[in-house]
């Protein structure tokens, strides 16, 4: 038998504890769901629920918070934005990368520097702007501050830049526009930095929780995490009602997270800090 | 189609100037070679030519037109990239169909065209790969045929070769004059190796500094180098050049302190470069110039010798039967050709 070093055990020994860290709360949460009232704050704590077909928790919380309509939301907040902001990031980062014009590097210089500022500090300009254009609690509000991001243009103006120039001089020869050349040759060839940035900007989104709660006072234009919040004022601080509620959050993000995981950890490590 | 290029003058600072009042014909269908060491502006070149670039001063005309400022996509060239440029998200096939695909050429005759192209550059049983998918060669021979397929004026390749290992290199450039002289396009080939220049142009254009240097054929610029920058440049073993010094109209060899035999009709004192091919020397128990053997190493049916002349180490071809050795001081004669005296200021060549 091959022989197996300490220094692998313990550090297996580590990342085991880490990972158990890590998985505890999603794992009290997702049995706590299915656990009634009493079990819930029984002690010795039951480490598995009586029964899993115990969906009362859930239909409660589906009865007492619009939680679908939340959700619904949640999804055109979330689409609307990794679109929108998709878009935008693309062509401030071809214009950076790509155009020559006077005053290129001191823009970008001073976006960058804008990135120091941190979004709490922005929300006061924010809130007055939507409330000028009189957005207030509606849709349109929880979406148009996210419409550009500089981290995000900066992310892929990198790889843009990493693209040999000598492929945008072959299409020029060819009589190909800067249009028709970013969306044949450059957005195709970004495609890993691109699903990265779009994943980030979802789970960024799905997860965003002070903007909406400044933004939104009606049930009609919430997002799930504000719901979340709202439930627990509206559906009694019940332990086991807040638990299945919050597996209907972060469920979905989850399931996204497994799917994409492979280009949120290569486009990070690609694409993001270089140049 | 021909180029001809009137004074042209590219400056990128006040104080250097790329290329410097160059003026050169270009005829059509004939393959030329910018050649020179790197910096001396042939890439700034092919980038005016291309459009890339814009000269400060000077005409570029296409046959008869005028070209100096129009953009790139009007001016109907190819051009071939050292480093490929192609897209590597698209297969061979949509790599080749793209200019067509932008110039609106309906679909099935893009593909036509492109499998046609495809044939001539011999990569159409790969349509279907993607660019990672292939060797440099290959990838080559893609680009080629992608710069073709829309049947331009002019083909530019900028270092085409640089990025292929030394056998395919070889292969390649007969490759590359295999389908110049098939499609009969002009084409303009940018190097720093002169072996590939010699090998493959019909004309070379030599520049150094910004300057044109010499614009002749192949041999021509071999045989009769304009210039001590020509003479050096060209040829493999480099040529031999040694300082000399005029007296009684012969060049004495400043080295070795030793008449060289060559007879020059220049003022007294006069100081000059004497510059000789590995070939032009012959073993000569009379001749006035003596050296040293260091070293010979056998080639077939010449061998090559290092013979010290005063400092300096000269290399001559030698008769394979010859037994020389190492040590022993040889007579250095010289054939009529391939022997040249440089003025040692100014390179002008004085015979």
Wanted: contains cysteine; hydrophobic residues 45%.
């Amino acid at each position: 038998m091959k022989k197996i070093k300490f220094s692998t055990v313990l550090l297996y020994l580590v990342l085991f504890f880490g990972a158990l860290i890590m998985i505890f709360p999603f794992y009290w949460m997702i049995t706590g769901a299915f656990k009634t009232g009493t079990e819930i704050v029984q002690m010795p704590p039951t480490m598995l629920p009586n029964s899993f077909t115990n969906l009362d928790n859930f239909k409660f919380a589906f009865q007492t918070a619009p939680f679908v309509t939340y959700f619904i939301n949640s999804v055109e907040m979330m689409i609307a934005c990794v679109v929108l902001c998709g878009v935008t990031t693309i062509l401030t980062a071809f214009a950076f990368s790509r155009l020559r014009f006077p005053g290129r590097n001191l823009i970008f210089s001073c976006l960058l520097a804008l990135m120091m500022v941190p979004f709490e500090m922005l929300v006061i300009t924010n809130y007055r702007t939507i409330v000028g254009w009189h957005l207030h609690d509606t849709k349109w509000a929880l979406i148009l501050p996210f419409t550009t991001s500089i981290f995000y243009t900066y992310i892929l103006k990198g790889f843009f830049d990493s693209i040999p120039e000598s492929l945008y001089q072959a299409a020029k020869v060819d009589g190909c526009s800067d249009w028709k050349y970013l969306w044949r040759v450059m957005v195709p060839m970004s495609k890993p930095s691109l699903v990265t940035i779009m994943l980030l900007n979802a789970i960024a989104t799905w997860n965003s929780f002070m903007w909406p709660m400044i933004a939104t006072n009606s049930k009609e234009v919430r997002t799930l995490p504000f719901g979340l919040y709202a439930f627990i004022s509206e559906g009694g601080a019940k332990n086991e009602r807040m638990m299945a509620a919050a597996t209907v959050v972060v469920l979905p993000m989850i399931i996204v997270f497994l799917v994409a995981r492979k280009y949120i950890v290569n486009g990070v490590a690609r694409g993001g800090l270089k140049g | 189609m021909r180029v001809r290029l009137e004074n042209i003058t590219k400056q990128f600072n006040k104080d250097t100037k790329a290329v410097n009042n160059f003026s050169a014909v270009i005829e059509s269908g004939e393959l030329v070679t910018l050649l020179g060491p790197s910096g001396c502006g042939k890439s700034t070149m092919l980038n005016m030519l291309s459009g890339i670039l814009i000269p400060t001063e000077g005409k570029i005309y296409f046959d008869d037109d005028d070209v100096t400022e129009m953009p790139s996509d009007q001016r109907g060239i190819g051009l071939v990239f050292q480093n490929y440029a192609l897209y590597p998200h698209m297969t061979v096939l949509e790599n080749i169909c793209f200019p067509l695909e932008i110039k609106k050429v309906p679909k099935a005759e893009r593909i036509a065209r492109a499998t046609e192209m495809a044939k001539l550059v011999h990569v159409d049983m790969l349509l279907d790969r993607k660019p990672g998918q292939l060797s440099g060669g290959q990838q080559q021979r893609v680009a080629i045929a992608r710069a073709l397929v829309k049947q331009p004026r002019l083909l530019l390749l900028d270092e085409p070769l640089s990025n292929l290992d030394a056998r395919l290199r070889i292969e390649m450039r007969e490759e590359i004059r295999r389908i110049q002289q098939e499609t009969k396009v002009t084409a303009i080939f940018v190097t720093h190796d002169q072996e590939e220049a010699m090998s493959i142009s019909d004309h070379i254009i030599l520049m150094k500094d910004g300057f044109l240097q010499q614009f002749d054929e192949p041999q021509v610029l071999y045989d009769s180098p304009a210039n001590c920058f020509t003479a050096d440049f060209l040829g493999n073993p480099p040529i031999n050049k040694m300082e000399g010094v005029v007296r009684n109209g012969e060049v004495y060899v400043t080295d070795a302190n030793l008449p060289s035999g060559v007879k020059i009709d220049l003022p007294e004192g006069k100081e000059v470069y004497l510059s000789f091919r590995a070939e032009s020397a012959e073993y000569n128990p009379e001749a006035s110039l003596k050296g040293t053997v260091i070293m010979t190493s056998v080639m077939g049916k010449e061998k090559i010798t290092s013979i010290k002349l005063g400092n300096m180490e000269v290399r001559a071809y030698m008769d394979a039967k010859l037994t020389l050795k190492s040590g022993q001081e040889i007579g250095i004669g010289f054939k009529d050709t391939g022997v040249f005296v440089f003025d040692r200021e100014t390179g002008e060549r004085y015979l």
